[in-house]
């Protein structure tokens, strides 16, 4: 009884904090479907036209579908925009766990000489600004002539050490010593890895995945920088500069680019439970 | 066995170090041979009129249609016939939109009327949706109403395109579908669904092909059903249909001209070995033109968008024609066509690059882009701009995608520094000097000297770019205001004297301070900054003050709610999200709607030669008609007007070129084209309306301003012997010689976009509305600048 | 044989394109000339990077430790929950909002005539005993770091609860209830077991959080621009403006310095966390 009262009390506290948190985001759906003419209205204060102070309806007054009209049916570049941010991030996202968990995998499980100094590296390069990186990535894609293709993005967020890094630590929390029965069982590395590894494992790849995908479904830098053709740019570069007379448009994106992403939400981390549970049990 | 295995590693390690360094280090080039032989473009002299549609007969003629001009057949020597169409008869006719146009010269075309005899149309007009009414012309001129009906078409759905097919048989399409229309009786079948509006419609062999911009449908005729499609030419609609993609179809191949594997899109090998008599689909876009030979699956390349008229981003093909000699006509919005011929003695591909760069699309050079190609064949002029279309990339973005590309050596020749800080290019070495190649257009006094002088920068004293174009200051008011003395005291003062004698409403065109700020500012930033690049903050202080002040007499004719009213009611022509001053505009963006008479003093930049002289004229009879007493007319003048800083000019489409570029050479010459009389006359010959500024040219400044070059003044109206448009207005010999005399004295350079500028701009509004003082906001601004100085 | 693919792809897109702004560190940018440590004096004797770092300091030692303290206990009380996945999307959501709206939606907020400050105008306006009420220029003002800080723990709460959650389930339950039963107090439940459990976390989440702090910049960057209020002026304000004036040589040496600190920092931390 008493459990139930606390556990109660928690999620009562938890869905507070998700509420505060998800507040400021109760303006977009408002926003996509409001005005040009009642936005600059109430925004009025904001863009140095009027005294006061701005005021926010999160139900529009003349509520109108124009910015998604504009963006789903006068805007084809939409579409492609959309199945680029597809593309890439499920691209990166297969390639970070393929390169990835191996390497993770290693860090964790084998002690070899240098292993805390490449591993202290692999965390520095991950902190390391993008805009320091910029132009040494640069050199090095124009001379694979990778510059200007989907791959400039693509294969460097492959191997992104950041992934790594968090599936590092979900391995770490394994037993060694059911690692090293294993072995004396005669089970191979590989084995061990896929049968023992992935399954306890799941919860930091889990996070990888969701971190990841949250990073790279709006990535800005990497692709304003390495694709020059708009035709092969993400879904994150098609938002129009903050620019207040526009802001029902870009909410109405911002609309557009959320919806998959909840999708993911709920339909992936099940999948990807069940989809790690499978692999290893059928090792 | 541990140790073996590290050195295993060690070796691995090694290994796949030497082989990246070789791939990254070691590549080698091989030089090719370039063979001979691509498409070029000659501009096809157009009868008079405006032309928005062309329909190509087989033997090589063709018909034009316009909204406002009548049916013109071009035979295929190019000699021109008017066919006597009695459209203009048709006293119903509000707008003509579509027309479709049949070998035999008859024609089907949409439009509104003045008035409608439908009520049920009438109604949905009313209602907000704009439906057509459509007019059958028969060879002889003749007009029918045309009113489609049948089963599978919903009355009032619009009609977009039309093709009569070979057999004279009438094919239109609406938003989502495609018809057949008997003519005469009007009788409607829809054919079949497609998923977007077509945008053209061909015929072969029996087979209508249908595009929109996603596929292309297949309709045999004779059995009335769609066929296969081909997945290929879907394809490559989907990817190149942006900026308008033609058709034509002709049994005439031209094999051997298709451009070399790379290049063509597609280069599978069953190209054309049995064309025989095959019909072949000839589509032209952005990229070039290309060729499918029906029922293949192949698409080839036969001639390169870039290096032709086809690149121009600035206009869209509207229509395709096919000749039996192996050459197209291409027909362009803004009534432009061009015949592409190919041409033996070029090379296939330019065999050097010119690469230009700016940070906005500029349209004059792009035009002198391609101007350079013509003059260069073998070269290819690639423009390049940092930040286009409505989309995140900001200035900074911009700048550092441009900055990675300049530190990794990949440099573009010629770069345009408009809104970017040259002297911190010119001092990190990344432009060249001009000092050597402007010499002789100084010593011949060709440009203006003193304009070309206030560029000079850096400890080195040089000139690193020149501006081609120039604004200059400008005011216009009652005399009294502002008679002479220039500073921003006299501003200042003058808006008091005005405020005196009109207590109630607005002095200047200021409906916000950031408006207030916007028209000052460029004559005075030149003088905040000393000979060290620090800031002058007691400068920067008094600007602050006089500002403000002119902010308090301007909205003291006003109470809040006057003063909201009146932003209103220019909400409209009032553009809120430029932030970065790049638009102040003078007389001719404000034109009679407006309701300038309220204002009494304008302060602005005059930014076009004629339009921006004559437009002085306008302005002035339009404040002294909104002004009581009239008599005020003949106080209205103007002049230029100061600052803090005298002379100030405002530097537009300033060019310079790259230290480390490719090619040098070439740069040099399309530097000393963009400053050749042709480009910077003939761009405003074509264009007069276009705000690209004053050349800094004085013989091209000269000719733009000669009311008897007759092609100008037939452009501007100027000569039109109806004299609809104010030829009284044109300048008089001593205007022109004002602003000559002014040209001459411009020697403070005002360069946009920077850092300071939008510094002292976003601190300023906030002065402005009273939450700082001018003390405070120029201690802020100094204290931003000390950290930028350090870094 | 595990870590070989992933290291040659390291190799090859971070660690030679690091090794090269090593080598640009030592060099002067423009003509490439070898310069020594010149560019190393010039950035520690650079007020502006002082400032920068001064800042950059401050927001971490405020906003880490409070944004691994709120993000422990949500996914403490968030533990066993039958909502916990919802919630934690919930939480999660301002990730996936593009970072352009974000910031129009701050703006929005925070500006001085914006929503927050009419809120605020009218409560204190409504009940007459609160003093009246000032309208705040958050950006232009020492209030600058807290909205930064704010945005920062709203934007990547949800972030590190997902990370807490994972560490948490891999800490062995039966040990937990077997304590509860012997009649341990939730106090010491969470310092005799989940704690020490969970150090290696706390490694992993303090550096992931420094990582979002870096990150965070972008949004910075937009809503104030390159030239901020002195206080949220950080070590990235710097290298951007660095790298917009072509001093990529300064940024290069700024940067080895960096990672130097960070390696050393990394490494102890890893020592000491890894090991307690």
Known sequence: MRKKKRAWFATAICAAAAALICAPLLMIPGGSLMDSAEMRRILAPILGEGSGFAVWHLIPLYPTIGHFYRLLIESPAFYRLFWNTVGMTAAILLGQLVVGLPSAWAFATFRFRGRDFLFGLYVVLMLLPFQVMLLPQYIVLQKLQMYNHPAAVVLPAIFSTFPVFIMYRGFTQIDGEILEAARLDGAGEWQIFLQIGLPLGKMGIQ???????????????????????????????????????QAGFAFAVAVMVLIPALFVFALGQDALEEGIAYIGVKQ | M??????????????????????????????????????????????????????????????????????????A????????????????????????????????????????????????????????????????????????????????????????????????????????????????????????????????????????????????????????????????????????????????????????????????????????????????????VYRYIW??????????????????????PIALQALDNGEFRVMFSGNTMVEMYYDETLPARPSRELTVYSLEEIGWIRYAGQLFQKEHPDVLVRYETGMDGDNAVSKEDALKNLNTRLLAGDVPDVIVMDNMDIEQYADKGVLKELDGILQPYLDDGILYRNIVEGMRMTDKEKVYSVPMMVYLPLWLGEEMYLDGEESLDAIVAGMELAR????????????????????????????????????????????????????????????????????????????????????????????????????????????????????????????????????????????????????????????????????????????????????????????PRNQSGLTIRKDSLGDILDIDNIEFGQVMGFKDPTGINYPDFWPTEEEKQWLYQMMEDADCCYRPGTMLEECAMETGIRVLNGELTPEEGAGEVERKMAIAMEE | MFLLPGFTGVMLFYLFPFFEVVRRSFVKSGNNAFVGTDNYRTVFTNSAFLLAVRNTLLYMAVGVPLLMGISLMLSLLLRGLALRRKLV????????????????????????????????????????????????????????????????????????????????????????????????????????????????????????????????????????????????????????????????????????????????????????????
């Not at chain 2, 029922?295 to 869209?316: H, K, N, P």
Request: charged share 20%; glycine share 8%; proline share 3%.
């Open chain 1, 207 to 245: 996070a990888a995945i969701v971190l990841s995908f949250l990073e790279y479904w709006n990535l800005v830098e990497q692709p304003m920088a390495f694709l020059e053709e708009q035709a092969m740019w993400p879904l994150s570069l098609y938002l129009p500069q903050i620019d207040i007379s």
């Open chain 2, 2 to 75: 541990m140790r073996g295995r590290k050195r295993k590693m060690l070796l691995c390690v090694a290994a796949i170090t030497a082989v990246m360094c070789a791939a990254l280090f070691g590549c080698g080039s091989k030089e090719e041979e370039i063979p001979m032989g691509r498409y070029a473009d000659r501009e096809v002299k157009l009868p008079p009129g405006t032309f928005s549609y062309m329909h190509s007969c087989p033997d090589g003629g063709y018909y034009l249609y316009g909204a406002d001009a009548n049916l013109t057949y071009v035979d």
């Open chain 2, 77 to 288: 020597q190019g000699e021109s016939r008017e066919k006597n169409w009695s459209w203009e008869n048709n006293a119903n006719i509000r707008v003509k939109y579509e027309v479709g146009g049949s070998d035999s010269g008859a024609a089907v075309f949409s439009y509104t009327p003045k008035f409608w005899v439908d009520k049920e149309m009438e109604a949905l007009w009313i209602s907000g949706d704009t439906c057509y009414l459509y007019c059958y012309v028969d060879e002889a001129g003749k007009n029918y109403a045309l009113e489609p009906h049948g089963e599978g078409y919903q009355k009032g759905t619009n009609l977009n395109i039309f093709a009569f097919s070979p057999e004279g048989d009438l094919y239109a399409a609406s938003e989502n579908h495609v018809y057949r229309i008997n003519v005469e009786s009007g009788e409607t079948d829809s054919l079949f669904a497609t998923s977007g509006q077509v945008k053209s419609i061909v015929f072969a062999d029996g087979v209508m092909l249908a595009a929109d911009r996603e596929k292309a449908y297949f309709y045999d005729m004779a059995a009335g059903k769609l066929t296969d499609g081909s997945s290929a030419l879907d394809e490559f609609i989907k990817n190149h249909s942006t900026g308008g993609l033609v058709m034509a179809v002709s049994d005439k191949d031209i094999q051997g001209k298709v451009m070399d594997g790379e290049a063509a899109d597609t280069s599978d090998t069953d190209s054309a070995d049995d064309t025989g008599n095959a019909q072949i689909l000839y589509m032209a876009c952005r990229t070039g």
């Open chain 2, 295 to 316: 029922g293949g699956s192949v698409i080839e390349q036969i001639a390169d968008g870039q290096m032709t008229a086809l690149g121009d981003t600035q206009r869209e």
């Open chain 2, 500 to 687: 005196q004698k009109h207590p109630e409403g607005p002095i200047l065109y200021t409906l916000y301070p950031k408006d207030v700020l916007q028209q000052t500012m460029p004559v005075c930033l030149p003088a905040w900054t000393g000979e060290d690049g620090s800031l002058d903050v007691e400068k920067l202080t008094a600007y602050y003050r006089a500002v403000s002040r002119m902010w308090e007499i301007d909205c003291a004719g006003f109470d809040d709610a006057g003063r909201e009213a009146w932003q209103k009611n220019n909400m409209e022509y009032y553009e809120p999200t430029d932030r970065n001053m790049a638009d102040i505009s003078f007389c001719y963006q404000y034109n009679a709607q407006q309701n300038f008479g309220e204002t009494w003093l304008q302060l602005g930049f005059l930014m076009t030669p004629q339009v921006g002289m004559t437009g002085i004229h306008v302005e002035k009879a339009n404040m002294a008609a909104d002004w009581q007493p009239k008599e005020l007319d003949d106080v209205v003048t103007y002049g230029t007007y100061a600052g803090q800083a005298d002379n100030v000019y405002w530097a537009k489409t300033i060019v310079g070129l790259c230290e480390q570029g490719k090619e040098t050479e070439l740069a040099e010459e399309f530097f000393k084209l963009l400053l050749s009389d042709e480009m910077m006359r003939k761009w405003w010959l074509d264009k």
């Open chain 3, 89 to 276: 999307s919930a939480m999660l959501l301002p990730m996936a909002v593009p970072a352009a709206v974000m910031v129009l939606t701050l703006q929005i907020l925070i500006d001085r005539q914006g929503v927050v400050n009419g809120v605020l105008t009218k409560v204190s306006e409504q009940i007459t005993a609160l003093p009246a009420f000032a309208a705040i220029d958050y950006l232009n003002t020492e209030w600058a770091l807290a909205v930064v800080v704010c945005s920062f723990l709203w934007k990547n709460t949800g972030y590190m609860v997902i990370l807490w959650l994972a560490g948490l389930s891999a800490l062995p339950k039966e040990v937990e209830e077997a304590a509860q039963v012997d009649g341990a107090n939730r106090w010491q439940s969470w310092h005799y077991i989940i704690r020490p459990g969970l150090s290696g976390s706390f490694f992993t989440i303090g550096m992931l959080s420094v990582l979002q702090i870096f990150k965070s910049y972008r949004e910075v960057w937009m809503v104030a621009g390159s030239y901020p209020q002195e206080h949220i002026y950080f070590l990235q304000h710097l290298l951007q403006n660095w790298y917009l004036k072509l001093e990529f040589d300064r940024m290069a040496a700024l940067t080895v310095i960096l990672s130097l600190v960070l390696l050393c920092v990394c490494l102890l931390l890893q020592k000491r966390l890894e090991a307690g």
